[in-house]
């Protein structure tokens, strides 16, 4: 609320002030970078001469040279079983880091679904997407549909109304019971 009253709050470190300090801090992780990196050549050279010294090779006989191919041979075994080994292990470790950091999105429960947009597609382009190459022959709907067939009303006869009446009736049975046999 006094913010609003006073104004806007200023800085404590003018412009000028925090460019020279971020240049100051630049130029010494450029310093740090390069001595990072001659250390790095440094222990690789260090290393390589341990691991692999230098080969005196003039003078030696053919038997030498065969027993120190054999020597090398081992010796390049021996570090690619261990260049798989510890292979296998960064693959496991970051498989493990990938599920944890799955079951910690989970766990925050902040999942950006993303804004859908509307987008127009003629049934052209989605008959294309559905079925690939198939869409290029042409398909004719109509020609998988049953076909159904109406069963047309029955019509009744149009007759006489007077022999209907006649028959409705039933005067047609009651006139031979009272007319008897002579009739």
Not at 3 to 15: L, S, Y
Not at 38 to 53: C, F, V
Not at 84 to 112: C, P, R, T, W
Not at 124 to 133: D, I, Q, T
Request: aromatic letters at 4%; one cysteine or more.
């Amino acid at each position: 609320m006094s913010e609003a009253i006073i104004g806007p709050r200023k800085p404590k470190i003018t412009a000028s002030r925090r460019l020279f300090l971020k240049t100051k801090i630049l130029k010494k992780a450029g310093i740090l970078l390069a001595e990072e990196k001659e250390q790095k050549n440094s222990d690789r050279e260090q290393t390589l001469s341990e691991r692999a010294p230098p080969l005196k090779l003039p003078g030696l006989s053919v038997q030498d040279l065969q027993n120190l191919c054999k020597d090398l041979h081992q010796k390049i075994d021996v570090v690619d079983e261990e260049r798989y080994d510890i292979q296998a292990k960064v693959s496991k470790h970051e498989m493990e880091i990938a599920d944890l950091n799955h079951k910690i999105f989970e766990l925050k429960g902040k999942m950006k679904r993303p804004a859908l947009k509307r987008v127009r597609v003629s049934a052209e382009a989605m008959l294309g997407a559905l079925l690939g190459s198939r869409h290029k022959e042409s398909i004719d709907f109509k020609a998988n549909l049953k076909t159904v067939k109406k069963e047309e009303e029955k019509k009744e006869e149009v007759t006489d109304w007077r022999k209907n009446v006649d028959a409705m009736s039933g005067m047609e049975g009651r006139k031979k019971l009272f007319a008897g046999p002579t009739s």
